[in-house]
C-alpha cells in the first residue's frame, strides 16, 4: 500500500472500500494487525511525542481521519484519496461482516456504555457478532484480567476506545498478548454507538468543519484545537519554504 508523508506519520493512501477490504482480508489469517486513525491533532501531537510518532509508523494501517489531512495532502502535492474516519470505517465493517462469523469486541468508554452501544449496534446493522464488551475504566492490576477476558471470547477485531493518544499506546504495548486478529483504535466512537454523543451531521463533515461543530458541543476542546492552525503553519511552511 502506498503511503503519503505528513509530517513524518506514513498514512496510508487508500479508499475505504479499499480499507475495508484489507482488513477483511486480515481477518482469514492468523496474524495479528493494528489499525489507527489519526487525524489533524494526533498528527501535531506525535511531533512533540517521538514515542507516539513511532507507534503510529508501526501500525499495519493508518488511515486518514480528518478532512485537515486530506488537505494537507493536497497542499503537500500528494494528495490522499479520500478521508477515510474510525466511526465511517467501524460502520462499514459492522455492515460488511453483519450476518457473518467474524466477531467484535467493544472496549471502551464508560461503565454501561460499551453495553449500550453494542445493543445499539446489533439494532442499527443487525446480526453483528459482538463477542464482548468491557468498560476502559479499569485499574492497572485489573489490565490482565482484562486481556485474558478478550481472549477467552477469541473476538476477530478488537475496537479500542480510550481516546488518542491512550489507545494507541494502549494497543502497541498488549498487542503481543491479545489473541484477535485486528485492533482497531476508534476514540469516541463507542459514546456515539452507546447513542451518547451525536455525530455531527454529514454535510457539516464533508465541508471541514466537523473541528468547529465538536467546539460548540464541547467549548472545553478549544486548548486541543489549538493545534489545528499550527498543523495547517506547519503545512505551509513544508510546502512553500521548504529548501
Not at 501535531?44 to 508501526?58: D, F, G, T, V
Request: with cysteine; glycine share 6%; aromatic share 8%.
Amino acid at each position: 500500500m502506498e503511503k503519503i508523508n505528513i509530517h513524518n506519520i506514513m498514512i496510508h493512501n487508500l479508499t475505504m472500500q479499499e480499507a475495508v477490504a484489507q482488513i477483511q482480508k486480515w481477518v482469514t489469517e492468523d496474524s495479528l494487525h493494528s489499525v489507527f486513525t489519526p487525524n489533524s491533532e494526533i498528527i501535531m501531537q506525535a511531533q512533540r511525542n517521538p514515542e507516539l510518532k513511532s507507534i503510529l509508523n508501526s501500525a499495519d494501517l493508518l488511515i486518514p481521519d480528518g478532512a485537515g489531512v486530506v488537505l494537507a495532502s493536497k497542499i503537500l502535492k500528494r494528495p490522499l484519496k479520500e478521508k477515510v474516519s474510525g466511526v465511517d470505517l467501524v460502520k462499514n465493517l459492522f455492515i460488511t461482516f453483519a450476518g457473518k462469523n467474524t466477531s467484535f469486541f467493544i472496549l471502551g468508554g464508560e461503565p454501561g456504555v460499551a453495553e449500550m452501544a453494542a445493543v445499539n449496534i446489533i439494532s442499527e446493522y443487525g446480526k453483528v457478532n459482538i463477542k464482548g464488551y468491557a468498560h476502559g475504566y479499569f485499574k492497572p492490576e485489573e489490565e490482565t484480567s482484562l486481556i485474558e477476558e478478550i481472549n477467552k471470547v477469541n473476538p476477530d477485531i478488537l475496537l479500542v476506545g480510550f481516546g488518542a493518544p491512550k489507545q494507541e499506546f494502549w494497543i502497541y504495548e498488549n498487542m503481543y498478548r491479545l489473541q484477535c486478529k485486528v485492533c482497531i483504535g476508534i476514540g469516541g466512537s463507542i459514546d456515539i454507538f452507546a447513542g451518547k454523543v451525536t455525530l455531527t451531521p454529514e454535510f457539516i463533515r464533508k465541508a471541514g468543519f466537523e473541528w468547529l461543530h465538536r467546539l460548540i458541543r464541547q467549548p472545553k476542546r478549544a486548548k486541543r484545537m489549538i493545534d489545528l492552525p499550527k498543523f495547517i503553519m506547519l503545512t505551509l511552511k513544508k510546502r512553500f519554504i521548504r529548501k
